[in-house]
């Protein structure tokens, strides 16, 4: 079979935070008014896309990984790298961490580490997150933690619709309230909580919290990377990479008549339509997305094209020699 673009169907996760933005947002119809998660490009086994377009439909994107690992191009790891959600921040989520790829892999069941990033999409006024911490030594973490000094430990820092934000595992961090925002993050599940606001869940039970672990993958002291959005003037396209890690790149394509889409040549590509309309055109034929699709491209021969007028977010797979902003940033690789 030859490779073409899949059109995803996302799952969508209720959350004690969450609620109904993302079908103000996208026209989702969604399956409750909880809902804080859309995995929109998944291929966890939590949660995968189903594809809905083509000899593949109804199969998922775990599924096409496994059959057709070819797609993908030429990858080391052995799972599919990214995953791509939308987020609905209704109330303040949890002060969290995640681990890095060995910390996870030895204490996880082998699941990778998490490195996430951000861009908000929607921030009600005054609407802020959790960035970093002021601790300068573990102990002194330690110490606030155990002593619930919130206030004194956590660093905010306020946000509006546009910012971008990268979050390398180790890095102390909970979205605020009145917050949507689009995430790109190594295809992880784990989650450390070190503080939940003493919440507790629809039975009554406080939310397990994993200070132990936390502790022991805390960034010490924080190291916040300041990320430099890179803009160029394409044919059809004005193009802004925000961050290129080992991990992943993202990008943000305002496409405005015929862009070519090159890097498909060799690595596939994850696009979520924040706006408008465009064809997915390659030799083999043309995908329509719309307005909350979210699509896969893999690799094709001779590359694909992007038609219309449109507001994309395009995440590839990064690379392993591509650590210049952990370097930037003072921090070892995972």
């Not at 300068?136 to 606030?144: G, K, M, P, Y």
């Amino acid at each position: 079979m030859n490779p073409y673009p899949l059109l995803l169907e996302p799952t969508f996760h209720e959350r004690i935070w969450g609620g109904t933005a993302l079908a103000d947002l996208f026209g989702y119809a969604l399956p409750s008014p909880l809902i804080g998660e859309c995995w929109a490009v998944s291929a966890h086994p939590n949660g995968p896309s189903v594809v809905k377009n083509g000899p593949l439909a109804g199969k998922t994107l775990l599924d096409v990984w496994a059959a057709y690992r070819s797609w993908f191009g030429p990858l080391a790891a052995d799972r599919f790298p990214l995953l791509v959600k939308l987020i609905d921040a209704n109330d303040d989520l949890s002060v969290q961490v995640h681990p890095d790829d060995a910390y996870a892999r030895a204490h996880e069941g082998g699941e990778p580490g998490k490195s996430e990033c951000w861009l908000i999409l929607k921030a009600a006024p005054g609407a802020s997150l959790v960035y970093g911490h002021t601790a300068t030594t573990r102990e002194e973490l330690a110490a606030h933690i155990q002593r619930g000094e919130w206030d004194r430990l956590l660093t905010r820092v306020p946000v509006k619709p546009g910012d971008f934000l990268y979050v390398p595992s180790g890095t102390v961090h909970a979205i605020g309230k009145g917050i949507v925002l689009l995430e790109v993050q190594q295809n992880s599940d784990v989650t450390y909580r070190l503080y939940d606001y003493d919440r507790r869940d629809a039975s009554g039970r406080p939310r397990p919290l994993h200070v132990d672990k936390a502790l022991d993958v805390v960034t010490v002291p924080a190291c916040v990377p300041v990320v430099a959005p890179a803009v160029r003037h394409c044919p059809g396209a004005t193009v802004t990479r925000y961050v290129r890690t080992r991990h992943f790149a993202v990008e943000r394509w305002t496409v405005h008549g015929t862009a070519a889409l090159d890097a498909v040549r060799t690595a596939f590509a994850a696009l979520s339509l924040l706006d408008g309309a465009c064809l997915v055109r390659w030799r083999g034929g043309e995908l329509l997305l719309r307005k909350g699709d979210h699509a896969l491209v893999p690799v094709l021969e001779g590359g694909a094209e992007l038609v219309g007028r449109a507001d994309v977010v395009v995440a590839y797979p990064g690379k392993a020699e591509e650590a210049a902003l952990e370097a930037a940033a003072g921090r070892a690789p995972d």
